[in-house]
């Protein structure tokens, strides 16, 4: 959609603004892809509200796909407006069902924290969504990270443990809960002041989450894998170390660089696809 005079050979950004106005609204009205491009194309040239116009355009054909919400609420923080961002995310996130819910919350999560400077903002939504949902292991653990990790803040070993216990009376699998409890081991000879905490800890684990690992590790010798391999453990898809399975997540290395090849775009574009599981931590 690059026009370029015949005299100079320079682009003609008007009449390649008109190209995209014109493929968008009536030839290409339900194709994410070339909005995106000439959302970027009229954002690199200046012209804000142009760009919005577009990805307002396919939002409204085709709402909820995964990388047009993401787009509208970075041109907004670009913009200035980090409010407008931030309600675009959270509209998302209400509008949002079984897996991309948990995505939607992680994303509206991390811009109160970083972009707004309000996590008690997010903190607050995330223990809503956490109660809700007891089995997610993803957000169980960005709610003890948010809590280990303040800046500038002693950690609080005692509601620290609190979130450990909430992991381990909730509703995930033996296997996840058994990886927390390992995780409580590591935090409390960290950080705690208590002998006794760490060996209620240390032996609570040997007795009902050891055994859990072990059977793991049987599981996996008889299938002939190893620790740390991609390949799933359980029914559920998680794996020890990474998730195995990402697909909105990842959107297919979502890459503005990349021109957003055609086999990216039928993946990130698939409703269907948007309900896989992701990978644990």
């Given at each position: 959609a690059v026009v370029s005079t015949q005299s100079t050979g320079e682009l003609d950004v008007e009449e390649t603004s008109k190209i995209y106005r014109r493929a968008c609204?009536?030839?290409?009205?339900?194709?994410?892809?070339?909005?995106?491009?000439?959302a970027a194309f009229e954002e690199r040239r200046g012209q804000m509200e142009v760009a919005r116009e577009a990805l307002n355009h396919i939002d409204g054909t085709m709402p909820g796909l995964i990388a047009v919400t993401l787009r509208r609420a970075g041109l907004e923080r670009r913009c200035g407006n980090t409010q407008q961002g931030a309600d675009i995310l959270l509209a998302a996130l209400t509008?949002?069902?079984?897996?991309?819910?948990?995505?939607?919350?992680l994303k509206y999560l991390n811009y109160c924290n970083f972009i707004l400077g309000q996590p008690e903002v997010g903190e607050k939504l995330l223990e809503e969504e956490v109660e809700a949902n007891q089995n997610s292991m993803r957000l169980y653990a960005k709610l003890l990270d948010m809590q280990n990790y303040k800046p500038h803040s002693p950690v609080d070993v005692t509601k620290a443990v609190t979130i450990f216990q909430r992991a381990l009376e909730s509703k995930l699998s033996a296997e996840e809960k058994?990886?927390?409890?390992?995780?409580?081991?590591?935090?409390?000879?960290?950080?705690?002041?208590?002998?006794?905490?760490?060996?209620i800890a240390y032996q609570d684990h040997v007795d009902n989450w050891k055994p859990v690992e072990q059977k793991r590790a049987d599981q996996a010798k008889e299938k002939k894998l190893v620790p740390g391999n991609k390949q799933s453990w359980t029914s559920r898809g998680y794996s020890a170390n990474s998730y195995s399975k990402q697909p909105q997540l990842q959107q297919q290395n979502y890459n503005y660089q990349a021109g957003y090849q055609?086999?990216?775009?039928?993946?990130?574009y698939s409703q269907q696809q948007q309900q896989q599981q992701y990978r644990s931590y």
């Open positions: 609204m009536t030839h290409l009205a339900k194709k994410p892809q070339i909005h995106l491009d000439w509008a949002s069902k079984g897996g991309t819910r948990e995505f939607w919350t058994a990886v927390f409890s390992h995780r409580r081991l590591t935090f409390l000879e960290e950080h705690s002041d208590s002998i006794e905490a760490i060996i055609q086999q990216q775009q039928q993946h990130w």
